[in-house]
C-alpha cells in the first residue's frame, strides 16, 4: 500500500510503506511529520505509524562471480631513483 508523507502542511508522495519506514530508522523524518495510507483522509503521526509497522529489512548483499587473478609478471623491478627534493637534501648534508 502506498502512503503520502506530510510536513509543514506539504504533502509528498506516494511512498512505499518500507521506504517511509526507512526514512524514519535513518532518522531523515521529523517530529512534526504526518503519515496517511492512500485513499484515507486521517493522518497518523508518524512515530505512532512507524510503531504499527513491521521493520525494514536489510537487502541481502549481490553474490558475484569470483575474480581470477592474473599471471604474475616476471619482469624485473625497476631501480629505485631519489626524488628530487631527496637528492638536493643528500647534497647539502656532505
Do not use: C
Not at 36 to 56: F, I, L, Y
Amino acid at each position: 500500500m502506498m502512503h503520502y508523507l506530510s510536513r509543514s502542511f506539504v504533502e509528498f508522495g506516494p511512498f512505499p510503506a518500507d521506504e517511509i519506514l526507512s526514512f524514519h530508522q535513518r532518522g531523515l523524518l521529523k517530529n512534526t511529520d504526518y503519515v496517511r495510507a492512500e485513499g484515507k483522509s486521517a493522518w497518523t503521526h508518524v512515530n505512532d505509524w512507524a510503531a504499527g509497522q513491521s521493520p525494514v529489512k536489510a537487502a541481502a548483499p549481490a553474490k558475484t562471480a569470483p575474480v581470477k587473478k592474473a599471471p604474475a609478471s616476471k619482469a624485473k623491478p625497476a631501480a629505485k631513483v631519489a626524488a628530487p627534493a631527496k637528492k638536493a637534501a643528500v647534497k647539502k648534508a656532505k
